[in-house]
């Protein structure tokens, strides 16, 4: 009876860190954010079959769900393996099954995190709010590389809506391994939650 007590408990922990660890990613390197106008950023997955995967219909729909404003929602992503696109499976799949038909912008040709914020950039540059989506780490990780490339872009981000409690909880602790790899490359400044401060107005 000890015994599977303290695995009921062990299991409860290991689902409570790894709900954490997502929670607090996803609001590092974000402020408040002004504005009227706002860009959603969603980042494709390795896509190889003709239709939208389960990763990028997931990041579709939180990419549509964080819609709030005036808001353009740029889907980026280049082909795998010799297959459509990942932005173009994931654009087909917001207009035809989701029925999203707001203002829709195509990266293509990016093969990597960096090269999706190197080739998003300039379709950032009007906007006061940007929002990033993708699984809570990767999306920090995208957060990071804009932080680095454009730091007066990075002043803009804002919390998307891909972080909900008691979504994906069974794997968010694989998710949670699978973060601290991946960030591992990124500076201690660069995880830390945010403190919530009022933006700057950009001059006219």
Do not use: C
């Not at 409860?12 to 790894?18: E, I, N, Q, S, T």
């Not at 989506?133 to 998307?160: C, G, I, N, T």
Request: a positive charge; zero cysteines.
């Amino acid at each position: 009876m000890r015994r599977r007590t303290g695995m009921l408990i062990a299991g409860a922990g290991v689902l409570v860190w790894g709900e954490w660890l997502n929670w607090r990613w996803s609001r590092a390197l974000v402020a408040n954010g002004e504005g009227s106008t706002e860009a959603v950023v969603v980042l494709g997955y390795r896509n190889p079959q003709p239709t939208a995967n389960f990763i990028n219909r997931w990041r579709v729909r939180a990419g549509i769900r964080s819609v709030a404003i005036d808001t353009r929602v740029i889907f980026s992503g280049g082909a795998t393996s010799g297959g459509a696109a990942e932005a173009r499976l994931m654009a087909d799949y917001a207009k035809s099954v989701l029925e999203f038909d707001g203002a829709v912008l195509l990266e293509d040709q990016s093969a990597t995190t960096w090269e999706n914020i190197t080739n998003v950039i300039p379709l950032l540059e009007d906007v006061d709010r940007i929002k990033i989506v993708s699984q809570p780490a990767h999306a920090l990780k995208a957060r990071a590389y804009l932080r680095r490339q454009r730091p007066d872009l990075a002043e803009r981000l804002v919390r998307a809506d891909d972080y909900r409690p008691g979504e994906w909880t069974l794997v968010k602790p694989l998710l949670a391994l699978y973060g601290l790899w991946t960030l591992r490359g990124l500076k201690a400044g660069e995880r830390k939650i945010s403190r919530r401060r009022p933006r700057s107005r950009r001059s006219s």
